[in-house]
């Protein structure tokens, strides 16, 4: 009889801790879209335990998600799956300008020792009770795109709320966020619990989020973590990506203060990293596709004006650049105050620095680009066109 007893209780055990790993893993930030372009997408997202990653891919062609079995794309380097609790995938091989329905998944990685591994449940995104998540691919060739860009939040979510609510996301094709999204970068909860959550829940898993790190993302013991989650795939955190008639050069600008200052206990290197940026720049502002695009937008966070260390960096290193290829227009933040600065014989466009409470909206066809700066309570603070 007792050992019947202790028979019974071992198997209750073994349902329990069953039952346990079973509810254990969840999804717990994402899925969100990164560096969509004409062919490709990175998706990134966060489970709550160690575990490996796919995406399943569906054409966006009326059929049932569970018509059949759907490609996977898993979260891998090297031939190997990751196992960690941020999954980030690049898919390839896309077809311009075409909708794409997907879920993301994460299986739990309970032990692996050797070759054996025991893994435990699954968790993904809803297909069943809910609309599979929709992304679309962008097109060069569109003759039209339309844009929004906010900056300077510092984790006021309400805030974000606000300004997301002027732009009719039907209309949006990206959003910019053009830095300092936070105030620092210490731990992995700044990111999500200062605006990506958010950022999610009102768009950023249907519609892409293009990142111009700010010189807050740059402070923090989180700092060197921070293309783990945006631009995750991308060679360098500064890049350049084409939509519609429009060429976007996104530049990094670093810190506002020299590297030598007490702030940054001897941590930074930003000079040397503008100075390695600038001759990238160069190399853009020469390419065909910066040259052929009918329109060019330079986004940088911290302006040239100023007179701090950053913005004269920015004003030594990316300045005499930019006026000799004459963009259409540079996008700034940084200042939390709104300047609409217009081209000059010096500068041959305008500089449109945005206010820490403004979202600006941007659409484009081949012949004309139109700016709108939208305040928090709905005031127009500017609003012009360039024409080609």
């Not at 489970?47 to 079995?69: H, I, N, R």
């Not at 989020?209 to 293309?227: I, V």
């Not at 001897?266 to 040259?291: C, F, H, M, P």
Request: proline letters at 5%; aromatic letters at 12%; glycine letters at 6%.
């Amino acid at each position: 009889m007792k050992k019947f007893q202790v028979l019974i209780m071992f198997l209750w055990l073994s349902v329990s801790l069953a039952g346990a790993v079973e509810s254990k893993i969840q999804l717990v930030h994402g899925p969100y879209l990164q560096n969509l372009g004409p062919d490709e997408v990175t998706i990134v997202w966060m489970s709550d335990q160690p575990s490996v990653g796919w995406v399943e891919l569906a054409p966006d062609d009326g059929s049932d998600f569970y018509a059949t079995e759907r490609p996977r794309y898993f979260d891998a380097r090297n031939g190997v799956k990751n196992t960690s609790t941020i999954h980030t995938v690049k898919v390839k091989g896309l077809k311009p300008g075409t909708n794409y329905r997907y879920r993301v998944f994460a299986q739990e990685v309970l032990s692996h020792i050797g070759h054996k591994i025991i893994y435990g449940n699954y968790a993904s995104t809803d297909v069943y009770s809910k609309k599979p998540l929709v992304f679309k691919t962008s097109n060069p060739a569109d003759n039209t795109v339309s844009f929004a860009m906010v900056n300077d939040i510092h984790g006021k979510n309400d805030i974000l709320s606000n300004l997301v609510s002027k732009c009719d996301l039907k209309k949006t094709d990206f959003f910019i966020f053009n830095g300092d999204m936070v105030s620092v970068f210490n731990e992995e909860n700044h990111i999500f619990d200062g605006f990506m959550d958010t950022a999610v829940k009102l768009f950023a898993s249907e519609i892409p989020m293009y990142y111009t790190r700010g010189n807050h993302e740059t402070r923090g013991a989180f700092a060197t973590e921070f293309q783990r989650y945006f631009s995750p795939k991308e060679e360098n955190i500064y890049y350049t990506f084409r939509q519609g008639p429009i060429c976007f050069v996104i530049l990094d600008t670093g810190e506002d203060k020299p590297d030598s200052d007490i702030e940054y206990a001897g941590i930074t290197v930003y000079d040397e990293y503008r100075t390695e940026q600038a001759e990238w720049l160069r190399q853009v502002l020469n390419s065909k596709e910066y040259k052929e695009a009918p329109f060019k937008i330079i986004v940088a966070h911290i302006p040239p004006m100023g007179g701090w260390h950053g913005n004269l960096e920015v004003e030594n290193k990316f300045m005499p650049l930019l006026r000799e290829a004459k963009p259409d227009v540079m996008l700034c933040g940084h200042l939390h105050r709104f300047i609409h600065q217009d081209a000059t014989a010096q500068t041959p466009f305008p500089i449109i620095v945005n206010s820490n409470t403004a979202v600006l909206k941007a659409t484009a066809d081949p012949k004309e680009m139109k700016i709108q700066v939208v305040d928090v309570d709905g005031k127009e603070l500017d609003q012009f066109s360039i024409k080609k």
